[in-house]
T-cell receptor, first 112, second 114 residues
Framework: GEDVEQSLFLSVREGDSSVINCTYT??????LYWYKQEPGAGLQLLTYIFSNMDMKQDQRLTVLLNKKDKHLSLRIADTQTGDSAIYFCAENLYTGGFKTIFGAGTRLFVKA | GAVVSQHPSRVICKSGTSVKIECRSL??????MFWYRQFPKKSLMLMATSNEGSKATYEQGVEKDKFLINHASLTLSTLTVTSAHPEDSSFYIC??????????FGPGTRLTVL
């Protein structure tokens, strides 16, 4: 089946690291994504990882992929108040055409 | 990346009326656009894949006669919610896909049906 699951809330202190976790069920994923959505706004692609990679680092963001466990995580180093948003995990599948399945989103609260 | 706009950003309508939402790719020719629906505190749900010059592909459970999609050009796709009801109230987001690794999302349209 096609399902992506994430925890709904995460609260961290400013300056700490945030780790948002995601699990997915379809092993035929080609790409896995992290999107950020600020209140009232559309989605912004933060980063993505190809399914044959284990890790990707992009400035403060580190994505880890455990394909065996179908587990994806996003680590935000030195979390800032501006990082407060909803973070969506998503997987891209090819089923005759490309389709993206989203998790429910993790709401990140950053306390000053 | 591609710039995607949606119009209107917010719309309030009476139950039973139809509402058209436009999705424009401003700087990118999109053969494929996607329409999503986002429920409060829920994930984005893919409604349909809009293909330029051909019929849209709807996801299971999405009524194609209720959510009419027209992708008449490489820069414009429209979603028409016909005979809208309060349960159709939602945040509708379109996206443009250039490659498998990139999707560019519009800002969304908040529909409220009274």
């Amino acid at each position: 089946g096609e399902d992506v699951e994430q925890s709904l809330f995460l609260s961290v202190r400013e300056g700490d690291s945030s780790v948002i976790n995601c699990t997915y069920t379809d092993s035929s994923s080609t790409y896995l994504y992290w999107y950020k959505q600020e209140p009232g706004a559309g989605l912004q692609l933060l980063t993505y990882i190809f399914s044959n990679m284990d890790m990707k680092q992009d400035q403060r963001l580190t994505v880890l992929l455990n394909k065996k466990d179908k587990h994806l995580s996003l680590r935000i180093a030195d979390t800032q108040t501006g990082d407060s948003a909803i973070y969506f995990c998503a997987e891209n599948l090819y089923t005759g055409g490309f389709k993206t399945i989203f998790g429910a989103g993790t709401r990140l609260f950053v306390k000053a | 990346g591609a710039v995607v706009s949606q119009h209107p950003s917010r719309v309030i309508c009476k139950s039973g009326t139809s509402v058209k939402i436009e999705c424009r790719s401003l700087d990118f020719q999109a053969t494929t656009m996607f329409w999503y629906r986002q429920f409060p505190k829920k994930s984005l749900m893919l409604m349909a894949t809009s293909n330029e010059g051909s019929k849209a592909t709807y996801e299971q459970g999405v009524e194609k006669d209720k959510f009419l999609i027209n992708h008449a050009s490489l820069t414009l796709s429209t979603l028409t919610v016909t005979s809208a009801h309060p349960e159709d109230s939602s945040f509708y987001i379109c996206s443009v896909s250039g490659r498998a690794d990139e999707q560019f999302f519009g800002p969304g349209t908040r529909l409220t049906v009274l």
